[in-house]
């Protein structure tokens, strides 16, 4: 009850295509490793290792509620069964000129202010399309981050609170994207004067032109098609965020300000997905370690270490490793 719609939706498909026709005529009291072994060794002659691992996930945490909350059976089958191994999805960013690239291709684009927008804030594609004109401050440049719109299907358009308190937050706008934001006012304003009673004022942002709400769906699937018919294969909306937060932290700017932008509630967070955009980390600790004994030999300068005198190499210390 308190999961997200559309975190329940993704739990229930992999139950329902996949769990319960392998599994579901076993007796829950006679489910044994084996049984979920066979399972997974079948299931991966026709579906992909990710498919099988997270159906596996799924089940893992469906028997641990019923070993350890409603104490149906005394261990949990799953934990003795090999989660299927692969390669996870790499994030990509754009380097400026592929962004400058990229948007100038988008130009005539129905999409190209949301794609703009999200490369210029790094905000998700879930909270662009929640954000309503009382969110945006265009005198002074900030929008105020307060929901995420999802379709889910079944249900329609959901929209929630960010899942975390980092999440709802103000994000200050450049310049160009609240001139961006006045030219959608002003469209906007034609489109309601030309279509009267047909324009479906919502309040959005980013909607269609009669004012209707963006099919999440339908938005990454136009994205994908403009992103692989102009050479940039394996391009996802959401790398537009990753883009955002690589380039910000490749141009100096603070890893905690990139967090706040980000909506991460640790700093730690934003340096595991971004810690190797970060110039000059590994220069930086290299050149540490080396002025470290520098400093206790009297010099940090390579070159003056050869001139001095040669001694006796000394007998290692044990330390146990």
């Avoid at 929209?159 to 200050?172: M, S």
């Avoid at 937060?245 to 971004?274: C, F, N, W």
């Avoid at 520098?294 to 001095?308: D, F, K, V, Y």
Wanted: overall charge positive; glycine content about 6%.
């Amino acid at each position: 009850k308190n999961l997200a719609p559309k975190t329940i939706v993704s739990y229930r498909q992999p139950i329902t295509l996949h769990l319960i026709p392998a599994l579901g005529n076993i007796p829950l009291s006679k489910l044994q490793p084996m049984h979920i072994q066979q399972y997974v060794n079948k299931a991966l002659q026709n579906k992909s290792p990710r498919t099988v691992a997270y159906s596996l996930t799924v089940l893992k945490q469906v028997l641990k509620h019923a070993v350890q909350k409603w104490r149906l059976i005394p261990y949990n089958p799953a934990d003795a069964v090999e989660r299927p191994s692969y390669r996870r999805i790499k994030f990509q960013a754009l380097n400026i000129e592929e962004v400058e690239a990229f948007l100038e291709l988008a130009k005539e684009h129905q999409d190209y202010p949301i794609i703009y927008t999200a490369l210029y804030t790094g905000m998700r594609q879930g909270e662009l399309l929640g954000l309503r004109w009382d969110d945006v401050d265009l005198n002074r440049g900030v929008i105020k981050v307060q929901r995420t719109a999802q379709w889910v299907t079944g249900l329609g358009r959901i929209e929630k609170a960010p899942k975390t308190e980092a999440g709802r937050r103000e994000v200050d706008l450049p310049a160009t994207v609240i001139s961006l934001f006045r030219e959608i006012k002003k469209q906007q304003a034609q489109n309601r004067l030309f279509m009267a009673d047909k324009y479906q004022d919502n309040n959005l942002v980013f909607c269609q032109e009669n004012g209707k709400a963006i099919d999440n769906s339908n938005l990454t699937r136009r994205f994908r098609r403009l992103a692989d018919a102009n050479g940039y294969e394996d391009l996802r909306f959401h790398d537009l965020r990753h883009t955002h937060a690589s380039l910000m932290l490749a141009a100096g700017e603070q890893l905690h300000v990139v967090q706040q932008r980000l909506g991460h509630e640790k700093p730690s967070t934003t340096a595991d997905i971004y810690g190797h955009a970060i110039p000059g980390q590994q220069r930086a600790a290299a050149d540490r370690f080396d002025n470290l004994f520098g400093h206790q030999m009297g010099t940090n300068h390579p070159q003056r270490h050869s001139q001095q005198k040669k001694q006796k190499p000394r007998k290692a210390r044990g330390y146990g490793f």
